[in-house]
């Protein structure tokens, strides 16, 4: 090692990726955590042993043990020595436990098992130039992307900062009654949200991954919209239907292959009055802006694993990641004929863009 290297800043970097590589592998304890009740049976019951939480999960109280013990080591979970117990606190448990809380953050380590999964592909595809389809990753990423997102749409489409009542006209028009395509719809969450907040408007989201399309049909099911709520199985270059008074993409569009083609289309099918509401993550095409964020780091790196490599899989002229930055997308769509443009609200996670006719 060169002389001049500084022993006091290569200690203190060794420490930063030491605390990195413990959280990649604690985030594997909170995906198991999250999927097995165990936050969700902690929360609001105070201090509990090992064998009480087994008990309420009716999983063995070995594994349960030494889950806890990580949990402990990584803050999550309080520990009395004395006592020999261990407590969610409240304002923890709003983070972990309750999925269709706003502030629920632990489905987000759902999709670390399809990060790892492919890594092998990813590698390839460093040589290769080629992309790992989104249909190529496993269940956890359409699930636990899913997961990861459903809260910030519970909290924001229409609570919140109001993404919807941000743009020009948009809540009037779905409240006497409007015509929504959901395009990029995932399990259909954002969908739903809407027409729970609206109901007598029609939905219909377009999704080209089968799998997550039938989960879609069956949680709207669910949810009991689905007289007024339909899934297709549509690339957001072919979805059907004219005349839309809204079309939405949720964090989809620098997923695709070829962007432009789905403004075109969307331009196509949207109303003379129509209004085109892009989210996309809150990041900066300015690589300095990102750094000390946290959220922003999240995102980049899936879009390094996740986003970058499904559009190139697609074969199509671009492949923006999730950190283009607004002058690039804004390019790309008034570049297919839009005339308007304007940033409507944003969040720390989202930026939301306002496109018309």
Sequence with gaps: MDAAVDENRVRDFRRQVIEDAAAALSGV?????????????????????????ATSTALVERYVREWLATQVASRYVDYDPGEGTYTLPDERAAVL???????????????????????????EAFHSGAGVGWDEHPDALFSGTAKFFRSGYMANIVEGQGWLPALDGVVDKLTVGGWVADVGCGFG?????????????????????????????KLAAEAGVGDR??????????????????????????????????????????????????????????????????????FMAGS??????????????????????????????????????????????????????
Excluded: K
């Design 189 to 217: 969450y954002s969908t739903i949200v809407m027409a729970q907040a609206f109901p007598a408007s029609t939905f219909v989201g377009f999704d080209y991954h089968r799998p997550s399309i039938e989960s879609a049909r």
């Design 229 to 298: 709520v339909s899934f297709e199985v549509a690339s957001a270059q072919n979805f059907p239907g004219t005349g839309y008074d809204l079309i939405t993409c949720y964090d989809c569009l620098h997923d695709m292959g070829d962007p432009a083609a789905a403004a075109r289309h969307a331009l196509q099918a949207i109303a003379d009055d129509g209004t085109w509401m892009i989210v996309e993550p809150n990041t900066s095409e300015r690589l300095e802006d990102n750094i000390n964020n946290p959220v922003r780091r999240m």
């Design 304 to 357: 390094m694993i996740f986003c970058l490599p499904a559009a190139l899989a697609q074969q199509g002229p671009q492949a923006l990641g999730n950190h283009a930055g607004e002058q690039a997308i804004r390019d790309i769509v008034t570049g297919e004929g839009w005339s308007r443009w304007r940033r409507a609200t944003e969040t720390p996670v989202n930026l939301v863009y306002e496109a018309r006719p």
């Design 97 to 123: 436990a309750d999925p269709m809380a706003p502030n629920y953050l632990a489905g987000a380590f759902l999709r670390l098992q399809a990060a790892y999964a492919t890594e092998n592909q990813l590698v």
């Design 29 to 53: 304890t909170v995906s198991i955590g999250d999927r097995l009740g165990l936050y969700t049976a902690m929360a609001g019951a105070g201090p509990l042993t090992s064998q009480q939480v």
